[in-house]
Protein backbone atom coordinates (compact mmCIF):
# COMPACT_ATOMS: atom_id res chain seq x y z
CA UNK A 1 0.00 0.00 0.00
CA UNK A 2 1.61 3.18 -0.75
CA UNK A 3 1.19 6.65 1.54
CA UNK A 4 1.56 9.94 1.29
CA UNK A 5 2.71 11.97 4.27
CA UNK A 6 2.20 15.92 4.22
CA UNK A 7 3.75 18.67 6.58
CA UNK A 8 1.00 21.52 5.62
CA UNK A 9 0.80 24.74 5.96
CA UNK A 10 3.63 25.66 3.30
CA UNK A 11 3.29 28.44 0.55
CA UNK A 12 3.08 26.83 -3.20
CA UNK A 13 5.58 28.81 -5.32
CA UNK A 14 6.84 27.97 -9.01
CA UNK A 15 6.00 26.67 -11.88
CA UNK A 16 4.29 22.87 -12.53
CA UNK A 17 3.85 21.24 -15.94
CA UNK A 18 0.64 19.64 -16.25
CA UNK A 19 0.35 16.08 -17.11
CA UNK A 20 -1.10 14.85 -19.82
CA UNK A 21 -4.79 14.01 -19.43
CA UNK A 22 -5.90 10.88 -18.08
CA UNK A 23 -9.28 11.43 -19.24
CA UNK A 24 -8.16 12.06 -23.12
CA UNK A 25 -5.67 9.22 -22.88
CA UNK A 26 -7.57 6.23 -22.06
CA UNK A 27 -10.35 6.66 -25.08
CA UNK A 28 -7.58 7.64 -27.65
CA UNK A 29 -5.14 4.34 -26.26
CA UNK A 30 -9.27 2.70 -26.72
CA UNK A 31 -9.51 4.17 -30.86
CA UNK A 32 -6.10 3.11 -31.98
CA UNK A 33 -7.82 -0.52 -31.74
CA UNK A 34 -9.72 0.64 -35.29
CA UNK A 35 -6.97 0.87 -37.05
CA UNK A 36 -4.99 -2.14 -38.50
CA UNK A 37 -1.69 -0.68 -38.19
CA UNK A 38 0.29 2.27 -35.77
CA UNK A 39 -1.07 4.96 -34.28
CA UNK A 40 1.51 6.88 -32.06
CA UNK A 41 0.00 8.89 -29.08
CA UNK A 42 2.41 11.61 -27.45
CA UNK A 43 2.35 12.87 -24.14
CA UNK A 44 0.65 10.54 -22.44
CA UNK A 45 0.82 10.25 -18.72
CA UNK A 46 2.27 7.85 -16.65
CA UNK A 47 -0.30 6.44 -14.11
CA UNK A 48 -2.07 2.77 -13.11
CA UNK A 49 -5.17 3.51 -15.49
CA UNK A 50 -2.93 3.98 -18.29
CA UNK A 51 -1.07 1.08 -17.90
CA UNK A 52 -4.02 -0.70 -16.64
CA UNK A 53 -5.03 -0.03 -20.35
CA UNK A 54 -1.82 -1.09 -22.08
CA UNK A 55 -2.30 -4.39 -20.40
CA UNK A 56 -5.99 -4.98 -21.78
CA UNK A 57 -4.63 -3.60 -25.32
CA UNK A 58 -1.84 -6.36 -25.05
CA UNK A 59 -3.97 -8.97 -23.91
CA UNK A 60 -6.40 -8.28 -26.95
CA UNK A 61 -3.05 -8.74 -29.30
CA UNK A 62 -1.37 -4.75 -29.94
CA UNK A 63 2.44 -4.21 -29.67
CA UNK A 64 2.19 -1.74 -27.18
CA UNK A 65 5.87 0.92 -26.48
CA UNK A 66 5.74 3.31 -23.99
CA UNK A 67 8.83 5.35 -23.88
CA UNK A 68 9.08 8.94 -22.18
CA UNK A 69 5.53 10.09 -22.65
CA UNK A 70 5.26 8.64 -26.13
CA UNK A 71 3.31 5.55 -26.55
CA UNK A 72 3.10 3.26 -30.10
CA UNK A 73 0.11 1.43 -30.38
CA UNK A 74 0.54 -1.35 -33.30
CA UNK A 75 -2.99 -2.95 -33.71
CA UNK A 76 -2.40 -4.68 -36.79
CA UNK A 77 -3.21 -7.99 -36.10
CA UNK A 78 -5.68 -8.33 -32.95
CA UNK A 79 -6.04 -12.09 -31.17
CA UNK A 80 -9.25 -11.94 -30.10
CA UNK A 81 -12.17 -9.47 -29.42
CA UNK A 82 -12.11 -10.86 -25.76
CA UNK A 83 -11.27 -8.55 -22.95
CA UNK A 84 -9.64 -9.87 -20.09
CA UNK A 85 -11.02 -10.22 -16.80
CA UNK A 86 -9.55 -9.26 -14.22
CA UNK A 87 -8.24 -5.70 -16.32
CA UNK A 88 -12.19 -4.88 -16.37
CA UNK A 89 -12.98 -5.63 -13.34
CA UNK A 90 -9.58 -2.97 -12.19
CA UNK A 91 -11.17 -0.48 -14.52
CA UNK A 92 -14.64 1.39 -15.34
CA UNK A 93 -13.26 2.85 -18.27
CA UNK A 94 -12.21 -0.53 -19.91
CA UNK A 95 -15.78 -0.15 -21.05
CA UNK A 96 -15.51 1.96 -23.77
CA UNK A 97 -13.39 -0.68 -25.67
CA UNK A 98 -16.62 -2.39 -27.34
CA UNK A 99 -16.94 -0.17 -29.97
CA UNK A 100 -13.66 -0.07 -31.32
CA UNK A 101 -13.81 -3.68 -31.38
CA UNK A 102 -17.01 -3.98 -32.50
CA UNK A 103 -15.91 -1.43 -35.07
CA UNK A 104 -12.71 -4.05 -35.72
CA UNK A 105 -13.81 -7.38 -35.02
CA UNK A 106 -18.29 -7.04 -35.68
CA UNK A 107 -17.59 -8.74 -31.85
CA UNK A 108 -16.96 -8.01 -28.26
CA UNK A 109 -16.77 -9.55 -25.11
CA UNK A 110 -16.68 -8.16 -21.97
CA UNK A 111 -18.23 -8.31 -18.22
CA UNK A 112 -20.17 -6.09 -16.30
CA UNK A 113 -18.10 -3.67 -14.63
CA UNK A 114 -18.76 -3.54 -10.74
CA UNK A 115 -20.74 -0.80 -9.15
CA UNK A 116 -18.03 2.02 -8.37
CA UNK A 117 -17.25 3.63 -5.06
CA UNK A 118 -18.79 7.04 -6.11
CA UNK A 119 -21.91 5.62 -7.73
CA UNK A 120 -24.03 2.91 -9.84
CA UNK A 121 -22.36 3.74 -12.80
CA UNK A 122 -24.94 1.86 -15.27
CA UNK A 123 -23.66 1.02 -18.91
CA UNK A 124 -27.01 1.28 -20.16
CA UNK A 125 -26.80 4.23 -22.41
CA UNK A 126 -23.89 2.51 -23.94
CA UNK A 127 -25.28 -0.84 -24.75
CA UNK A 128 -28.63 1.59 -25.71
CA UNK A 129 -26.52 3.39 -28.51
CA UNK A 130 -25.07 0.25 -30.32
CA UNK A 131 -28.51 -2.01 -30.41
CA UNK A 132 -29.62 0.93 -32.38
CA UNK A 133 -26.45 0.47 -34.77
CA UNK A 134 -27.64 -3.35 -35.33
CA UNK A 135 -25.72 -4.94 -32.37
CA UNK A 136 -27.12 -8.42 -30.55
CA UNK A 137 -26.36 -8.08 -27.16
CA UNK A 138 -26.98 -10.61 -24.46
CA UNK A 139 -25.79 -10.96 -20.79
CA UNK A 140 -25.57 -13.76 -19.07
CA UNK A 141 -23.69 -14.35 -15.49
CA UNK A 142 -21.84 -10.86 -16.11
CA UNK A 143 -20.47 -11.64 -19.36
CA UNK A 144 -21.62 -9.16 -22.17
CA UNK A 145 -21.34 -10.71 -25.40
CA UNK A 146 -21.75 -8.15 -28.08
CA UNK A 147 -22.23 -8.91 -32.14
CA UNK A 148 -23.20 -7.82 -35.62
CA UNK A 149 -23.92 -8.34 -38.95
CA UNK A 150 -22.60 -5.11 -39.95
CA UNK A 151 -22.75 -2.09 -37.98
CA UNK A 152 -25.66 0.94 -39.25
CA UNK A 153 -25.21 3.96 -39.13
CA UNK A 154 -28.25 5.64 -37.66
CA UNK A 155 -29.49 8.90 -35.27
CA UNK A 156 -30.17 9.04 -31.82
CA UNK A 157 -30.66 11.23 -28.61
CA UNK A 158 -28.96 10.05 -26.25
CA UNK A 159 -31.26 10.58 -22.75
CA UNK A 160 -28.32 11.71 -20.76
CA UNK A 161 -24.81 13.42 -22.46
CA UNK A 162 -22.89 10.68 -21.06
CA UNK A 163 -18.80 10.84 -21.59
CA UNK A 164 -18.10 7.08 -22.18
CA UNK A 165 -21.44 6.13 -24.12
CA UNK A 166 -21.05 8.82 -26.60
CA UNK A 167 -17.28 7.78 -26.97
CA UNK A 168 -18.21 4.64 -27.35
CA UNK A 169 -20.94 4.77 -30.06
CA UNK A 170 -19.10 7.42 -31.86
CA UNK A 171 -16.04 4.93 -32.39
CA UNK A 172 -18.18 2.39 -33.29
CA UNK A 173 -19.72 4.66 -35.94
CA UNK A 174 -16.60 5.53 -36.88
CA UNK A 175 -16.65 2.25 -39.63
CA UNK A 176 -20.26 1.81 -39.68
CA UNK A 177 -21.82 1.40 -42.59
CA UNK A 178 -23.92 4.92 -43.32
CA UNK A 179 -24.18 7.87 -41.63
CA UNK A 180 -24.60 7.79 -37.59
CA UNK A 181 -26.22 11.14 -36.08
CA UNK A 182 -25.60 11.51 -31.97
CA UNK A 183 -28.18 14.48 -30.05
CA UNK A 184 -27.35 15.60 -26.95
CA UNK A 185 -24.04 14.47 -27.16
CA UNK A 186 -21.42 14.82 -24.39
CA UNK A 187 -19.04 18.04 -24.93
CA UNK A 188 -16.22 17.46 -22.69
CA UNK A 189 -12.89 18.56 -24.24
CA UNK A 190 -11.45 15.12 -23.81
CA UNK A 191 -15.10 14.12 -26.73
CA UNK A 192 -13.05 16.95 -28.99
CA UNK A 193 -9.81 15.95 -29.34
CA UNK A 194 -10.83 12.10 -29.28
CA UNK A 195 -12.72 13.15 -32.73
CA UNK A 196 -10.35 15.86 -34.02
CA UNK A 197 -7.91 12.85 -33.37
CA UNK A 198 -10.16 9.98 -35.41
CA UNK A 199 -10.17 12.71 -37.91
CA UNK A 200 -6.65 12.81 -38.37
CA UNK A 201 -6.88 8.84 -38.51
CA UNK A 202 -9.17 9.54 -41.32
CA UNK A 203 -12.42 9.07 -39.79
CA UNK A 204 -15.09 11.75 -40.87
CA UNK A 205 -16.42 13.64 -37.90
CA UNK A 206 -18.67 16.45 -37.96
CA UNK A 207 -20.03 18.91 -35.36
CA UNK A 208 -17.16 18.38 -33.37
CA UNK A 209 -17.65 20.46 -29.87
CA UNK A 210 -21.34 20.61 -30.69
CA UNK A 211 -24.07 18.23 -28.84
CA UNK A 212 -24.89 16.91 -32.42
CA UNK A 213 -22.21 14.67 -33.82
CA UNK A 214 -22.50 13.38 -37.54
CA UNK A 215 -20.48 10.63 -38.08
CA UNK A 216 -19.78 9.05 -41.98
CA UNK A 217 -18.54 5.41 -41.64
CA UNK A 218 -15.42 5.22 -43.41
CA UNK A 219 -14.23 1.55 -44.72
CA UNK A 220 -10.61 2.16 -43.31
CA UNK A 221 -8.11 4.64 -41.34
CA UNK A 222 -4.38 5.18 -41.42
CA UNK A 223 -1.37 5.48 -39.50
CA UNK A 224 -1.38 8.53 -37.95
CA UNK A 225 0.17 10.44 -34.34
CA UNK A 226 -1.78 12.79 -32.05
CA UNK A 227 -0.35 14.92 -28.75
CA UNK A 228 -2.50 14.87 -26.12
CA UNK A 229 -4.06 17.65 -24.53
CA UNK A 230 -3.03 18.47 -21.01
CA UNK A 231 -5.53 17.03 -17.84
CA UNK A 232 -7.95 19.96 -16.98
CA UNK A 233 -8.74 18.02 -13.78
CA UNK A 234 -5.30 17.31 -12.34
CA UNK A 235 -4.40 21.15 -13.40
CA UNK A 236 -7.61 21.87 -11.34
CA UNK A 237 -6.24 20.06 -8.46
CA UNK A 238 -3.20 21.65 -8.32
CA UNK A 239 -5.30 25.69 -8.13
CA UNK A 240 -7.57 24.21 -5.76
CA UNK A 241 -3.80 23.36 -3.86
CA UNK A 242 -2.50 26.96 -3.89
CA UNK A 243 -5.38 28.77 -3.11
CA UNK A 244 -5.73 26.73 -0.01
CA UNK A 245 -2.47 27.21 0.82
CA UNK A 246 -1.75 30.39 -0.59
CA UNK A 247 0.94 31.80 -2.66
CA UNK A 248 1.78 31.94 -6.56
CA UNK A 249 1.81 29.08 -9.15
CA UNK A 250 1.86 29.26 -12.89
CA UNK A 251 1.18 25.95 -14.58
CA UNK A 252 1.94 25.09 -18.33
CA UNK A 253 0.59 22.65 -20.74
CA UNK A 254 -3.40 23.22 -20.01
CA UNK A 255 -5.75 24.80 -22.21
CA UNK A 256 -7.33 28.15 -19.85
CA UNK A 257 -10.65 27.83 -21.89
CA UNK A 258 -11.16 24.02 -20.74
CA UNK A 259 -11.04 25.71 -16.68
CA UNK A 260 -13.55 27.68 -17.06
CA UNK A 261 -16.16 27.11 -14.21
CA UNK A 262 -13.43 26.35 -12.20
CA UNK A 263 -11.58 29.58 -12.79
CA UNK A 264 -14.84 31.38 -12.48
CA UNK A 265 -15.39 29.86 -8.58
CA UNK A 266 -11.36 30.33 -7.85
CA UNK A 267 -11.67 33.94 -8.72
CA UNK A 268 -14.81 34.73 -6.87
CA UNK A 269 -13.35 33.18 -3.66
CA UNK A 270 -10.71 36.25 -4.14
CA UNK A 271 -7.69 34.47 -5.85
CA UNK A 272 -6.50 36.13 -8.77
CA UNK A 273 -6.02 34.00 -12.01
CA UNK A 274 -4.39 34.75 -15.38
CA UNK A 275 -4.66 33.36 -17.80
CA UNK A 276 -2.38 32.87 -21.52
CA UNK A 277 -1.66 31.00 -24.07
CA UNK A 278 -1.67 27.12 -23.08
CA UNK A 279 -0.61 28.23 -19.33
CA UNK A 280 -2.87 29.34 -15.93
CA UNK A 281 -1.45 31.73 -13.70
CA UNK A 282 -3.23 31.82 -9.93
CA UNK A 283 -2.31 34.42 -6.67
CA UNK A 284 -3.65 33.64 -3.20
CA UNK A 285 -2.27 36.23 -1.35
CA UNK A 286 -5.48 37.35 0.59
CA UNK A 287 -8.08 35.19 2.98
CA UNK A 288 -10.39 33.82 0.58
CA UNK A 289 -14.13 34.27 0.57
CA UNK A 290 -16.80 31.78 0.78
CA UNK A 291 -18.83 30.81 -2.48
CA UNK A 292 -22.32 30.66 -1.97
CA UNK A 293 -23.44 27.79 -3.88
CA UNK A 294 -21.42 25.33 -6.76
CA UNK A 295 -23.19 22.90 -8.71
CA UNK A 296 -21.41 20.03 -10.82
CA UNK A 297 -23.21 19.71 -14.57
CA UNK A 298 -21.90 18.27 -17.68
CA UNK A 299 -19.37 20.66 -19.69
CA UNK A 300 -19.00 23.01 -19.52
CA UNK A 301 -20.14 23.24 -16.53
CA UNK A 302 -18.64 22.81 -13.13
CA UNK A 303 -16.77 19.22 -13.28
CA UNK A 304 -18.04 16.53 -10.78
CA UNK A 305 -14.10 15.55 -11.09
CA UNK A 306 -13.58 18.46 -9.32
CA UNK A 307 -16.45 18.30 -6.58
CA UNK A 308 -14.01 16.84 -3.88
CA UNK A 309 -10.96 18.90 -4.43
CA UNK A 310 -13.48 22.05 -4.68
CA UNK A 311 -14.90 20.70 -1.24
CA UNK A 312 -11.17 20.56 0.99
CA UNK A 313 -10.57 24.41 -0.35
CA UNK A 314 -13.86 24.94 1.06
CA UNK A 315 -13.29 23.06 4.09
CA UNK A 316 -11.12 26.18 5.43
CA UNK A 317 -12.63 28.88 4.10
CA UNK A 318 -14.58 30.52 6.49
CA UNK A 319 -18.57 31.12 5.91
CA UNK A 320 -20.77 28.46 4.21
CA UNK A 321 -20.27 26.92 0.92
CA UNK A 322 -23.29 24.56 -0.58
CA UNK A 323 -22.21 22.13 -2.99
CA UNK A 324 -24.95 20.26 -5.27
CA UNK A 325 -23.38 16.96 -7.29
CA UNK A 326 -26.01 15.85 -9.89
CA UNK A 327 -23.83 13.69 -11.88
CA UNK A 328 -22.59 10.77 -9.58
CA UNK A 329 -25.31 9.78 -6.78
CA UNK A 330 -22.43 8.67 -3.72
CA UNK A 331 -19.36 11.19 -4.43
CA UNK A 332 -19.20 12.92 -1.18
CA UNK A 333 -17.15 9.53 0.41
CA UNK A 334 -14.64 11.55 1.53
CA UNK A 335 -16.43 14.11 3.97
CA UNK A 336 -15.72 11.25 6.72
CA UNK A 337 -11.97 11.51 6.20
CA UNK A 338 -12.16 15.42 5.85
CA UNK A 339 -13.89 15.58 9.13
CA UNK A 340 -11.25 13.69 11.01
CA UNK A 341 -9.11 16.32 9.88
CA UNK A 342 -11.59 19.11 11.71
CA UNK A 343 -13.47 19.63 8.91
CA UNK A 344 -17.18 20.89 9.31
CA UNK A 345 -19.26 19.02 6.14
CA UNK A 346 -22.96 18.06 6.62
CA UNK A 347 -24.14 16.02 3.57
CA UNK A 348 -27.70 15.46 2.73
CA UNK A 349 -28.33 13.35 -0.89
CA UNK A 350 -27.14 15.43 -3.40
CA UNK A 351 -25.75 17.91 -1.23
CA UNK A 352 -22.86 18.73 0.90
CA UNK A 353 -23.14 21.87 3.16
CA UNK A 354 -19.64 23.16 4.66
CA UNK A 355 -19.21 25.11 7.48
CA UNK A 356 -15.30 26.77 6.80
CA UNK A 357 -13.18 26.80 9.58
CA UNK A 358 -10.30 28.78 10.15
CA UNK A 359 -7.60 25.60 10.38
CA UNK A 360 -7.61 21.91 9.68
CA UNK A 361 -5.20 19.88 11.80
CA UNK A 362 -3.55 16.68 10.58
CA UNK A 363 -5.09 13.07 10.68
CA UNK A 364 -4.93 9.89 9.46
CA UNK A 365 -6.92 9.65 6.51
CA UNK A 366 -7.31 6.83 3.56
CA UNK A 367 -7.90 7.71 -0.21
CA UNK A 368 -11.48 5.95 -1.13
CA UNK A 369 -11.67 6.99 -4.81
CA UNK A 370 -9.62 8.78 -7.10
CA UNK A 371 -10.85 12.41 -6.72
CA UNK A 372 -11.46 11.79 -2.67
CA UNK A 373 -7.62 11.28 -2.30
CA UNK A 374 -6.63 14.59 -3.98
CA UNK A 375 -9.00 16.27 -2.15
CA UNK A 376 -7.26 14.70 1.07
CA UNK A 377 -3.89 15.92 -0.67
CA UNK A 378 -5.24 19.59 -1.04
CA UNK A 379 -6.72 19.45 2.66
CA UNK A 380 -3.27 17.70 4.22
CA UNK A 381 -1.19 20.84 2.23
CA UNK A 382 -3.51 23.68 4.54
CA UNK A 383 -3.68 21.48 7.35
CA UNK A 384 -1.76 22.07 10.37
CA UNK A 385 0.70 19.18 11.13
CA UNK A 386 1.23 16.13 9.30
CA UNK A 387 -1.33 14.15 7.47
CA UNK A 388 -0.69 10.22 6.39
CA UNK A 389 -3.09 9.36 3.28
CA UNK A 390 -3.21 5.61 3.09
CA UNK A 391 -4.24 3.61 0.01
CA UNK A 392 -2.42 6.27 -2.71
CA UNK A 393 -3.40 3.41 -5.34
CA UNK A 394 -6.63 5.48 -6.23
CA UNK A 395 -4.37 8.62 -6.45
CA UNK A 396 -1.95 7.17 -8.71
CA UNK A 397 -4.75 5.90 -10.93
CA UNK A 398 -4.76 9.21 -12.23
CA UNK A 399 -2.22 11.43 -11.16
CA UNK A 400 1.32 11.80 -12.71
CA UNK A 401 4.53 12.01 -9.87
CA UNK A 402 1.67 14.48 -7.80
CA UNK A 403 4.16 14.68 -4.74
CA UNK A 404 7.35 15.63 -7.38
CA UNK A 405 5.10 17.93 -8.67
CA UNK A 406 3.92 19.62 -5.30
CA UNK A 407 7.87 19.12 -4.00
CA UNK A 408 8.83 21.34 -6.67
CA UNK A 409 6.35 24.32 -5.80
CA UNK A 410 7.10 24.02 -1.69
CA UNK A 411 5.35 21.36 -0.36
CA UNK A 412 6.35 18.86 2.26
CA UNK A 413 5.10 15.78 0.71
CA UNK A 414 6.63 12.63 1.01
CA UNK A 415 5.43 9.11 -0.85
CA UNK A 416 6.07 6.23 0.93
CA UNK A 417 5.31 2.42 -0.48
CA UNK A 418 4.52 0.22 2.49
CA UNK A 419 5.56 -3.21 2.07
CA UNK A 420 3.44 -5.82 2.68
CA UNK A 421 4.47 -7.04 5.97
CA UNK A 422 4.46 -3.53 7.27
CA UNK A 423 0.61 -2.87 6.17
CA UNK A 424 -0.02 -6.60 7.93
CA UNK A 425 1.80 -5.54 10.95
CA UNK A 426 0.00 -2.09 11.30
CA UNK A 427 -3.28 -3.74 10.46
C1 LIG B 1 -16.34 10.12 -17.41
C2 LIG B 1 -15.00 10.36 -16.78
C3 LIG B 1 -15.17 10.67 -15.31
C4 LIG B 1 -16.13 11.84 -15.12
C5 LIG B 1 -17.43 11.59 -15.87
C6 LIG B 1 -18.38 12.79 -15.86
C7 LIG B 1 -13.46 8.96 -18.04
C8 LIG B 1 -12.57 7.77 -18.03
N1 LIG B 1 -14.19 9.15 -16.93
O1 LIG B 1 -16.93 8.99 -16.75
O2 LIG B 1 -13.88 11.02 -14.79
O3 LIG B 1 -16.41 11.97 -13.74
O4 LIG B 1 -17.16 11.28 -17.25
O5 LIG B 1 -17.76 13.92 -16.38
O6 LIG B 1 -13.49 9.73 -18.98
N2 LIG B 1 -24.92 7.00 -16.91
C9 LIG B 1 -26.02 6.18 -17.05
N3 LIG B 1 -25.98 5.21 -18.00
C10 LIG B 1 -24.89 5.02 -18.82
C11 LIG B 1 -23.79 5.87 -18.66
C12 LIG B 1 -23.82 6.86 -17.71
O7 LIG B 1 -27.00 6.31 -16.33
O8 LIG B 1 -24.94 4.10 -19.66
C13 LIG B 1 -24.94 8.04 -15.87
C14 LIG B 1 -23.88 7.79 -14.80
O9 LIG B 1 -24.33 6.88 -13.82
C15 LIG B 1 -23.65 9.16 -14.24
C16 LIG B 1 -23.82 10.05 -15.48
O10 LIG B 1 -24.56 9.29 -16.44
O11 LIG B 1 -24.64 9.47 -13.32
C17 LIG B 1 -22.51 10.53 -16.09
O12 LIG B 1 -21.73 9.43 -16.48
P1 LIG B 1 -20.73 9.50 -17.72
O13 LIG B 1 -20.76 10.86 -18.32
O14 LIG B 1 -21.03 8.34 -18.60
O15 LIG B 1 -19.35 9.28 -17.00
P2 LIG B 1 -18.21 8.27 -17.41
O16 LIG B 1 -18.04 8.21 -18.87
O17 LIG B 1 -18.40 6.99 -16.64
Redesign the pocket.
Known amino acids: MSVLNIRGRQKLEGFLSVQGS ?2 GA ?2 LMAAALLHEGTTILHNIPHILDVHFMIQILEALGCICTFEGGTLAIDASVLQGAQLPREQVGRM ?2 SIFLIGPLLGRCQEAVTYQPGGCSI ?9 WGLRQMNVDITEEEGTICLSTGGLTGKEMTLA ?6 T ?1 NILMAAVKANGTTVIKNA ?1 R ?1 P ?1 IVQLCLCLNRMGAKIQGIGSKTLRIDGVTALHDSEWTNQGDR ?1 AAATYLAAVAACGGEAVLHGIEASQLYSVLSVLSLSGCEVFCGTSSVCIRSLEPLRRVPYIRTS ?2 PGF ?3 MQSPILALFSVVPGETVIEET ?3 NRFQVVGELGKMGAQIETDGTRARICGVRMLHGACVRARDLRGGAALVVAGLAAHGTTRIEDCSHIQRGYEDLEKRLVRLGADIRLEEETQTQSANRA
Open positions: KNLPRSGERPIDLHLFPSVGAEAEEIPFPTDIFE
